[in-house]
C-alpha cells in the first residue's frame, strides 16, 4: 500500500502554504500525484439572510463585495500553489472547483489516498471546521490536519493514539505508507490499557509489517485526555499524531468538547485522522 494521489486543499488563507508545503514533502516521499484544489463558493450563497425591507441594490452591492473577495481568495490561493508547488518538481495539477464547499471537497477526496486541509483557526474556522467534517466523515478516507506555523518535516518521529477502537485500528491502517518510511514510532497508551487489544497488540501487528514501534504509557491525572496525549507526543519530538476520527457521527458535535476539541484546537504538529 502506498499513496499515489494525495489531494490538497489550498483555500488562499493564511494557512495555503503550510498544507502546500506537507502536500509536497508528501508526493515526494511517495512519487505521488498531488492533486490541488481551490473551492470557490457561490457569491449569492453568503449573503446573510435579512428582512424584506433589504433593497434590491443593496443585495446586489453585498453580492459584489463578496464577489471580489472570492476572486482575491482565488488569486492567492493561485500563488500559494505558484510559489510552493511549482518549484518543487513533484507532479501535480491545478483545480478550481465551484460550488457548495464541503460538497464538492467530498466529492473529490473519494477519489484520492490522503486528503490534506488546514486545522480549523482564525476567522475562517468555521467554514474550515465544516470542510475537515466533510473530509473526515464522506469520503471515507485518511486525512491529515495541517497546524499553521513554518514549514516542518511531517512523517519522520510518528505517535499513534490508540485506544483500540475501530476508529483508531482504520487511522493505523491509513497511515501504513508513512508508519513504513518513518525513523520513529511509537505507540502511546493514555489511561488505562484495553484488554482485548493493548498497546503492545498493537506493536506485534506493526511489527508484522516490519515496523519497529515503542510503547509510551501516560496517565492523565486530572488533566483530559486529549491534553495528556499532546503533552506527551510533544515530549516524544513527534511530527504526526495518528489517531481515529471519532465516535460520535458527525465531527461537530465532537469539537464541543472532550480530546478532539484539544486536539484540534492546541495541536501544534500535523494529525492523520481516519473514520
Known sequence: ????????????????????????QLARRFRAQLEVIHLKADP???????????????????????????ETRAKQARGAYDRVVGPSGVSATWREISGPGPESLATAGRLADLTILARPAGEDSVTQAALLDAAVFDTGRPVMIVPTGPAAPIGD????????????????????????????????????????????????????HDIAAAIARSDPGSQSVGRALLERTAALGADLLVMGGYGHSRLREMMLGGATRDVLHNATLAVLMAH
Open 157 to 208: 518521529k510518528v505517535a499513534i493514539a490508540w485506544n483500540a477502537t475501530a476508529y483508531s485500528a482504520r487511522a493505523v491502517g491509513s497511515a501504513l505508507p508513512i508508519l513504513k518510511t518513518a525513523k520513529q514510532v511509537t505507540i502511546v497508551a493514555i489511561g488505562e490499557d484495553d484488554k482485548a487489544a493493548p498497546a503492545a497488540a498493537l506493536a506485534s501487528y506493526l511489527a508484522r
Open 1 to 24: 500500500m502506498t499513496y499515489a494521489t494525495i489531494l490538497a486543499l489550498a483555500d488562499g488563507g493564511p494557512t495555503s502554504d503550510a498544507v502546500l508545503d506537507a502536500a509536497v
Open 44 to 70: 449569492s450563497s453568503l449573503v446573510p439572510v435579512v428582512g424584506e425591507g433589504m433593497s434590491g441594490a443593496l443585495i446586489e452591492q453585498m453580492i459584489d463585495s463578496m464577489t471580489r473577495m472570492l
